[in-house]
């Protein structure tokens, strides 16, 4: 059964996902990022959110860092394009700019406000391997007294010259591609205005489903 968007969000963070994702329909993925490489990359995403959930910083101090995290490790212009789906093709260079932002902001608030449930969790990295030209394919597990154990499969890939996590799978299901659809209602529901729904992303206004 496809969990709902709070479900898969959680189980999607019981992995320690920093939000962090784009379908592998992106096409691309160097070919020369080494499995052990990527894995040692995922241990060091996952020790950032697992240190950030421990930290008892404030609610507000934990979204500017998720935001941070995400900027620092994923892929944040192809996610953005994916997310932004066929919108994308028509959008200004400002307006491709101003989504990017709009979607670090939204990344800190949404996975951020989820992480408080999460506190004592554990992961463990148990496989990697090579997902050919889409990267590197990593494995992860995640257990804890609050959520049933569950897997997630991070990809990794070093196009652009950087390594970066491209997408994540939770219990089959892929964060950007249920992303993509949510904004593309979003979208709808303000008659196709760019503008204000970046900005209401940006500020929090948007509406979850």
């Known amino acids: ?88 093709r028509d959008m200004s260079d400002a307006q491709k700019a101003k989504a990017e932002d709009a979607l670090v902001s939204y990344v800190g608030r949404v996975y951020a406000g989820l992480l408080s449930d999460y506190q004592g969790q554990t992961l463990e990295v148990v496989a990697a391997k090579d997902f050919g030209g889409k990267g590197v394919l990593v494995t992860s597990r995640a257990k804890g007294a609050k959520v049933d154990d569950s897997t997630v499969e991070w990809q990794v890939s070093d196009r652009g010259g950087k390594v970066q996590v491209v997408d994540v799978v939770a219990e089959g299901v892929s964060l950007l591609q249920t992303q993509r659809q949510e904004f593309a209602a979003m979208i709808d529901k303000r008659n196709g205005d760019v503008d204000r729904f970046l900005d209401d992303l940006a500020a929090g206004r948007v509406a979850e489903g």
Do not use: H, Y
């Open 1 to 88: 059964m496809t969990p709902n968007r709070r479900d898969f969000l959680k189980t999607t963070l019981a992995g320690g996902v920093a939000a962090l994702a784009v379908s592998t329909l992106l096409p691309g993925a160097a070919r020369a990022l080494e499995v052990d490489q990527a894995r040692s990359f995922i241990e060091k995403v996952v020790a950032e959110i697992t240190t950030l959930i421990q930290s008892g910083k404030s609610a507000d101090a934990q979204r500017a860092e998720f935001s941070e995290i995400f900027r620092r490790n994923a892929a944040v212009p192809q996610i953005t394009r994916f997310v932004m789906g066929q919108t994308w």
